[in-house]
């Protein structure tokens, strides 16, 4: 039984290894070499969308008639946590290409 485990364990490793080579021919010529001026606008959209989304948060439970939030103040609100959690998916996404030394990266 020992030895079947450690074939999965290779095949997957090998499985591993394609993934990883297929995702960086893939995108690394899509995206120029990244340097932390390349990373830092990305990171402060994602802080600044936080900002916006909380702000409303606080801004809809302050001004909420009787306590409970209308349909365009949800409406906002949702609109704020969308966005907000487009831009945090996306530089989620750009953390584990890092991760996963899919693209060049000169930081």
């Not at 039984?1 to 990883?20: C, D, F, G, N, Y």
């Not at 600044?48 to 008639?65: I, M, P």
């Not at 750009?94 to 060049?104: F, G, I, S, T």
Request: proline share 5%.
């Amino acid at each position: 039984m020992q030895p079947a485990k450690q074939s999965t364990k290779k095949k997957l490793q090998q499985m591993e290894h394609i993934v990883r080579q297929v995702n960086r021919e893939v995108m690394n010529p899509m995206i120029p070499v990244l340097e932390n001026d390349d990373i830092l606008p990305v990171m402060a959209v994602v802080a600044k969308l936080r900002g916006v989304y909380l702000k409303e948060l606080f801004h809809t439970a302050t001004t909420a008639q009787g306590g409970v939030p209308n349909e365009d103040q949800l409406q906002k609100l949702r609109s704020c946590r969308e966005a907000y959690e487009e831009m945090l998916a996306g530089a989620q996404a750009l953390e584990v290409v890092v991760e996963r030394e899919y693209l060049d990266i000169n930081f």
